[in-house]
């Protein structure tokens, strides 16, 4: 009986290929291209904060690099510090001056211990009493006046609303 | 002479291989510097205490806008002009939001009443989301229509020219309030 031929595919082992590579080049141009758009220009560096939504504005003006400061509807942050406490999108009433309802008493302790520190200042620019206030889109104005109000009283008239572009 | 041949149906193939190395190392750098989200400010002036009197005293004397956000997203515009008051007022949409389109257009007609007048009082009640007084300052800013224009005199050169700016300085003023 003869024996079954197996089937063997006529390999080249020296063989070499050239990859195609034009689409890939296109998919990686078109990539370049947008990232070119949203690199980013301005040198002051933002950082987002958890559970904060800022609202959107047509405002195109740049961050300055001054000193930040956060509302959410948890907490008010001092750069990264937590200084008081936010409860029902309302300061907590621990946190409140009993003798001025405007009055948030560790943030404004706070920021006039940084504004008193040149510590604290190092690298920045110079602040001129201006503070960058990153706010919850969905609290109340009047929460947020009570920070503005507080600032304003701490040696920081100057507020800068940031706000994420958008129409 | 002799004739070159020039073969018109031939194809080459280009060497992407280094472009794409160079495309290959700017993608990461690029990703690690992109700013997905464009962070921007807007820019307010908050009276100091100590200066508030002085400014109210400027005040008297002087052209003086106050736009009023009430609890129902109603907005009353007060326009001082040198005692006489006259007001307008911005009814809320059906939503029960500020209704910015005609917001816009009450902000359009006072400013070209008023081409010099650059400043306004913004007082929103307290209950008023951050989102909309901030989309109240949008308005009250800047002309949307670009053809828009309203005319300003250059200090520098005394010529004058326009811009699309309407009320670009804007004051909390019932911030000291309880």
């Not at chain 1, 296109?26 to 980013?40: G, I, K, R, S, W």
């Not at chain 1, 001092?78 to 946190?95: E, G, W």
């Not at chain 1, 943030?107 to 009493?129: I, S, T, V, Y």
């Not at chain 2, 009814?91 to 389109?101: I, M, N, Q, S």
């Amino acid at each position: 009986m003869g024996r079954r031929r197996h089937f063997e595919m006529d390999v080249k082992q020296n063989s070499t290929f050239t990859l195609n590579i034009t689409s890939m080049t296109d998919m990686f141009t078109l990539l370049l291209v947008f990232l070119l758009q949203n690199f980013a220009t301005s040198s002051v560096e933002l950082k987002p904060v958890k559970d904060l939504r800022v609202p959107t504005s047509n405002s195109y003006k740049n961050p300055v690099d001054v000193l930040q400061v956060s509302v959410s509807e948890g907490e008010i942050r001092v750069s990264d510090k937590v200084v008081a406490r936010v409860q029902n999108r309302q300061i907590a009433s621990t946190d409140i001056d009993p003798q001025d309802s405007n009055f948030i008493k560790p943030l404004f302790q706070e920021l006039q211990e940084r504004a008193h520190d040149p510590k604290a200042q190092k690298g920045k620019d110079e602040d001129n009493g201006q503070i960058l206030l990153q706010a919850d889109q969905n609290l109340p104005y009047q929460t947020i006046r009570k920070v503005m109000y507080t600032a304003s009283m701490a040696g920081y008239p100057h507020v800068k609303l940031v706000t994420v572009i958008g129409n | 002479m002799k004739k070159v041949k020039i073969n018109h149906h031939s194809e080459f193939e280009l060497d992407l291989a280094s472009l794409l190395a160079v495309i290959m190392k700017l993608v990461p750098v690029l990703l690690l510097s992109s700013a997905f989200m464009q962070l921007m400010v807007i820019e307010t002036d908050l009276p100091q205490v100590v200066t508030e009197a002085i400014q109210k005293q400027e005040k008297e004397n002087k052209k003086n806008i106050l736009v009023e956000v009430d609890d129902s997203r109603k907005v009353v515009i007060t326009i001082d002009v040198e005692g006489k008051k006259s007001t307008v007022s911005v009814d809320p949409t059906k939503e029960g939001h500020v209704d910015l389109a005609k917001l816009q257009l009450t902000f359009r007609e006072i400013k070209q009443q008023n081409p010099d007048i650059f400043k306004i009082d913004l007082a929103p009640a307290g209950n008023v989301a951050y989102n909309e007084v901030v989309r109240v300052m949008d308005e009250a800013r800047r002309s949307r229509d670009y053809h828009i224009r309203f005319p300003i005199k250059d200090e520098k050169t005394g010529k004058d020219t326009t811009t699309d700016y309407m009320f670009p300085e804007i004051v909390f003023v019932n911030m000291m309030e309880g």
